[in-house]
């Protein structure tokens, strides 16, 4: 009869040591007990960049990689993304279930009433280079605004959890608008309650001298499908950075300056503004051979191609693609999405690619929405970290109420210098 354990012999002993599996993986710590002498340390495993490491259970989002399936909390991404909107979209992240209508209501009332962020902050943002990076603006405001609400170093109180919550997922557009304005030097426009969440952040970005400012509905919509795509992704970099931080219980303003910084590099979030560049470089389809042959040769990254757990293509990449139509409608089309299209069916044809499963991720096609839309490439990262809010939070809130987790410390390999004896400088 089988058993949901693993029998490990230790050659060096002769010992054997039966550990439970559990979720089709064993507990790191089980390891510890497989030593050669009894004062030993005993095992552990190791495991650069946690490539096959778990450091939590959820039940927040859902990825299986190799058939290219996301999930948030089992409502699949594709029917998510025809059906919902962000706001719906983000109370399901956080508490589990879609809302009914009067949960709803009173969800988008709270957030579209907590937009506006201190006077102060406008100062803050205010000294600023005019040509600031917008997502390191949006870091360093997001890291001060845990000055302005202190109440948010309580993270064991569920009630002044939320409306820090509240106020994040509110005052995240104004933030990210205000660093665009002041980039192209303009005043900031403060938000419009009347708008949709992303109506308002369009009008904040956009809106001059009109009285009131009408949103394009198709481009509306896009955003909120864009979000609704970036929402969560479990444990990625940015996320895995949240739970890092906020496992020393900070207050999540500061935990989440942490995890944009992180979501900011080019191998992450950052991805979307890098993959604008390297399409603006290559410039024209026929150069197109020549950069692929400048990839194989291990001399250049194809942004936006890849995923650590995606070895299929990434249902979000498809579905941008589609959402690239309906804004190209609008915008019209972006001369730079053909040398996309070349990059894809070169990619998803060639040995070199196929053979290291890389196909197009989120952020391949959606710079190229975003520039046709006209935001700056230097925007995109932000456009990232807006709509991830809600799964950095979420998480950090699973993280806190999870009695296996603890403050964040991993192990080492010590591979350096025995002890030895200061050398004085004269003697050196
Ligand atoms: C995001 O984790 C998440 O969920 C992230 C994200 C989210 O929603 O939070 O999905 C968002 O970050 C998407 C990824 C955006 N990044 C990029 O597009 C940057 C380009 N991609 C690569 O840097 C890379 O693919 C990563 C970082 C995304 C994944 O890297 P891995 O898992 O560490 O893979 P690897 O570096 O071990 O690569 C395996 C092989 C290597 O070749 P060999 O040494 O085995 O011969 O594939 C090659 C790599 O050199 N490779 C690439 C490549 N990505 C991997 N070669 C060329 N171009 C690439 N983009």
Not at 39 to 48: H, I, K, L, V, W
Not at 195 to 215: C, H, I, Q, R, V
Request: with cysteine.
């Amino acid at each position: 009869m089988s058993k949901d354990t693993l029998t490990i012999t230790d050659n060096r002993t002769g010992r054997t040591y039966e550990i439970p599996i559990e979720h089709d993986t064993i507990q790191a710590m089980a390891l510890r007990q497989i030593k050669v002498n009894e004062d030993d340390f005993g095992m552990m495993s190791y495991d650069p960049a946690f490539k096959n490491t778990a450091s939590t259970k959820s039940t927040i989002t859902y990825i299986d990689g190799d058939k290219g399936i996301l999930r948030y909390r089992g409502y699949p991404i594709e029917q998510l993304a025809e059906k919902s909107n962000y706001l719906e979209t983000a109370y399901l992240i956080l508490y589990g279930e879609l809302p009914t209508k009067e949960q709803y209501d009173e969800w988008e009332y709270v957030i579209l009433h907590h937009t506006f962020v201190h006077e102060n902050i406008t100062q803050l943002m205010k000294g600023f280079r005019h040509d600031a990076h917008p997502m390191g603006m949006f870091i360093a405001t997001l890291a001060a605004m845990s000055t302005y609400y202190p109440e948010g170093r309580e993270i064991s109180d569920p009630d002044k959890r939320i409306k820090q919550i509240h106020r994040l997922i509110a005052k995240l557009p104004t933030v990210a608008a205000f660093s665009y304005r002041h980039n192209r030097g303009l005043p900031y426009v403060y938000p419009d309650n009347d708008l949709s969440y992303t109506g308002n952040f369009l009008s904040m970005l956009d809106k001059m001298s009109e009285a009131k400012y009408k949103p394009d509905p198709v481009l509306e919509r896009a955003l909120d499908v864009l979000f609704i795509l970036h929402a969560d992704h479990e444990q990625n970099c940015g996320t895995a950075t949240m739970r890092v931080i906020g496992s020393s219980h900070t207050d999540p303003y500061t935990a989440m300056a942490g995890a944009a910084a992180a979501l900011y590099g080019p191998l992450h979030g950052g991805a979307n503004e890098a993959v604008l560049r390297m399409l603006m470089e290559i410039g024209d389809v026929k150069n197109v051979p020549d950069f692929v042959k400048a990839v194989k040769n291990r001399e250049r990254l194809l942004m936006g191609f890849g995923h650590r757990v995606y070895k299929n293509y990434d249902p979000r990449a498809r579905i941008i693609k589609q959402v690239a139509d309906e804004v190209f409608e609008v915008t019209g089309k972006n001369p730079l999405l053909a040398i996309a299209l070349e990059l894809e069916r070169i990619a998803l044809e060639d040995d070199f690619f196929v053979e290291r499963n890389l196909y197009p991720n989120v952020d391949f096609y959606s710079g190229i929405i975003y520039q046709a839309m006209r935001f700056p490439i230097a925007m995109f990262p932000v456009l990232f970290a807006i709509p991830r809010t809600i799964g950095w939070l979420s998480q950090w809130v699973e993280m806190l109420e999870d009695s296996e987790q603890k403050i964040a410390r991993p192990r080492q390999i010590y591979l350096g210098e025995g002890e030895r004896d200061f050398v004085p400088m004269d003697k050196r």
